[in-house]
């Protein structure tokens, strides 16, 4: 062989090239099936983002079932019970078959690696009770929604610093409820907050809510109430679903 080294390079670059093209797709490919644009968009036209925890994988597919047929587009799954990712992640996959317009994201998200493993899992959202910058960063890094629970307009400026569009306020009623909204908003009209805990479907309570300026509201156990899961009463959680997301639509006009 007349250059034994240029053979070898030739060789060499071939193999990475096989391999390049192989895996090419991966470059191409984002775990979360739906894009930031999409997630918020599709918050901010329903105004209702469900939240629940089932321990059991058939119980959580039939919350899911039961809040899509209501007319839900987006499932929040909180990671509030022990191996929560090991709902998490065939859930996600049963929906994506059953209710392939349905966007799961995860909540109760308090620190990056938990993120980083349901990011890896593909989560289409992140929420936590509170603001955590690494979070931030991790979730603006992929393009993913982080709507973190803030209690100050410190905490509220800070997050939006590090990307946050749609800002948790939680706990909802306790720091202040509508009137906190309508204060943030005044001199503050560019932030979207998301309140959770003391939201209810009752129509006073939403009024009150978009009244003050809200984007969405989230909704857990005053929607998927326990009496119903244990009973086994799904439709009833399909029925004030459609019923909560009708009020929403009249409440904005």
């Known amino acids: 062989i007349a250059?034994?080294?240029?053979?070898?390079?030739?060789?060499?670059?071939?193999?990475?090239?096989?391999?390049?093209?192989?895996?090419s797709h991966l470059r191409e490919t984002n775990m979360a099936r739906f894009d930031r644009l999409t997630v918020y968009q599709t918050m901010l036209d329903g105004g209702l983002v469900p939240l629940f925890y089932h321990a059991d994988l058939t119980v959580a597919q039939q919350i899911a079932h039961a809040l899509a047929c209501g007319g839900a587009r987006v499932l929040e799954f909180t990671n509030r019970g022990d191996f929560a990712f090991e709902v998490f992640g065939p859930l996600l996959k049963h929906c994506a078959r059953e209710h392939p317009e349905l966007i799961i994201g995860v909540g109760s998200v308090e620190d990056a690696p938990t993120a980083a493993l349901y990011l890896a899992m593909g989560a289409n959202f992140v929420v936590g009770p509170n603001f955590n910058e690494e979070v931030a960063r991790l979730c603006n890094?992929?393009?993913?929604?982080?709507?973190?629970?803030?209690g100050t307009v410190s905490e509220i400026a800070q997050a939006e610093e590090l990307g946050v569009e749609i800002v948790k306020i939680f706990p909802g009623e306790s720091v202040g409820g509508p009137d906190f909204v309508k204060a943030v908003r005044g001199p503050r009209p560019w932030t979207r907050l998301m309140p959770t805990g003391g939201v209810t479907p009752e129509e006073d309570n939403l009024r009150a809510w978009f009244s003050a300026g809200v984007a969405c509201v989230g909704m857990g156990s005053n929607l998927v109430r326990k009496a119903w899961v244990e009973a086994g009463q799904f439709a009833e959680i399909e029925a004030l679903t459609r019923t909560t997301l009708e009020r929403i639509r009249a409440i904005r006009g």
């Open 3 to 23: 250059n034994p080294f240029g053979a070898i390079l030739t060789l060499g670059l071939a193999i990475c090239q096989r391999r390049c093209e192989r895996f």
């Open 141 to 150: 890094r992929r393009k993913v929604p982080y709507l973190p629970g803030c």
